[in-house]
Nanobody
Framework: QVQLVESGGGLVQPGGSLRLSCAAS???????MDWYRQAPGKQRELVAR???????FYAASVKGRFTISRDNAKNTVYLQMTSLKPEDTAVYYC???????WGQGTQVTVSS
């Protein structure tokens, strides 16, 4: 069974940048891949999506600041986050379509 492992989170000041990685234990090349986030007390929300053909979608709250990309040869999806804001603080998860069991996520905290 394919497993997803997120990494790259951490504590960053407002305006800073982070690059998240999502490594799959199996092939992802035929799947649309998503990044989600869940802030304390809030529902998990879709942040960004990339299709197997490379088309992308972004939530309005992150458009222009976040960039999703994929390296099918490495079975890895990335989320480059810039101009980070305190409201970006959340646990970030990746998943595919169709969805599979969630990984542990990676914590992103934006604070001065």
């Amino acid at each position: 069974q394919v497993q997803l492992v997120e990494s790259g989170g951490g504590l960053v000041q407002p305006g800073g940048s982070l690059r998240l990685s999502c490594a799959a234990s199996g092939s992802i090349f035929s799947h649309t891949m998503d990044w989600y986030r869940q802030a304390p007390g809030k529902q998990r929300e879709l942040v960004a999506r990339i299709t197997d053909g490379g088309s992308t979608f972004y939530a309005a709250s992150v458009k222009g600041r976040f960039t999703i990309s994929r390296d099918n040869a490495k079975n890895t999806v990335y989320l480059q986050m810039t101009s980070l804001k305190p409201e970006d603080t959340a646990v970030y998860y990746c998943n595919r379509i169709p969805p599979m069991p969630w990984g542990q996520g990676t914590q992103v905290t934006v604070s001065s």
